[in-house]
């Protein structure tokens, strides 16, 4: 029979003691540490108002009732705004477009909450009806595009640099609001490592210097 802590010598009984509790402690611990992330959403998803999530900050709340006949509740699009305006440093942006108005407001919000904002496109797709592009340039957020002749068709997310957002939803309201299309948000670093040096090396490769399409004065001549 294995004897108590008392039947120990004083300095084994300590030990052991000191040992107990720090195993109990990082037990502890670990069960009081949130789980890493890891949801799926599939569309199309139903259209419900955003004004509570995309609202700004104020000295007070407003007392009147969002105006918008839209439902108030829960859907796809709000939980991936949700996880989007979870940002506080960072997000990469890599989509090959983007035209839904909530999305885009989102983007603006966290841009001027001094969440640092990048963007890869597609120079194909800026054109679209509805785009948003041209409205986060001019927000100051920073937007770089491909000059290839194939498309730049991924569609991903990457919040504070831990959090992968990736399927495959276009951020168009027509992919929202009509098309059958998943999305998934996951945290963990195997799998957003390989998508940050991804966004990375797009952006390096999309800088505007790097651009052979401008004519080259020299040849004007």
Not at 52 to 58: D, F, K, R, S
Not at 113 to 130: A, F, I, K, P, Q
Not at 147 to 174: C, P, R
Request: glycine share 8%.
């Amino acid at each position: 029979m294995r004897p108590g802590l008392e039947a120990l010598p004083g300095r084994w009984a300590g030990g052991a003691a000191l040992a107990l509790g720090l195993a109990l402690l990082v037990r502890g611990w670990r069960r009081r540490r949130p789980a890493p992330r890891r949801e799926v959403l599939f569309f199309p998803s139903p259209a419900t108002c955003p004004a509570a999530l995309l609202g700004e900050p104020g000295p007070a709340p407003c007392p009147c009732p969002c105006p918008c006949p839209l439902p108030h509740g829960d859907s796809p699009l709000a939980r991936l705004l949700r996880r989007l305006l979870s940002a506080r440093r960072s997000l990469e942006l890599c989509l090959f477009a983007f035209s839904s108005p909530p999305l885009g407001r989102a983007v603006q919000l966290l841009h001027r909450r001094g969440v640092r904002v990048r963007l890869v496109t597609d120079s194909g797709s800026m054109g679209l009806t509805g785009s948003q592009i041209g409205r986060l340039r001019q927000a100051g957020i920073q937007v770089r595009h491909d000059q290839e002749s194939g498309y730049m068709h991924h569609k991903f997310a990457i919040v504070d640099k831990k959090m992968l957002i990736t399927g495959s939803l276009n951020w168009t309201t027509q992919a929202i609001q009509s098309n059958r299309e998943n999305v998934l948000i996951v945290e963990d670093a195997e799998y957003v490592e390989p998508f940050l040096a991804e966004f990375e090396r797009m952006w390096e490769e999309y800088n505007p210097a790097n651009y052979t399409f401008f004519p080259n004065k020299k040849e004007q001549k």
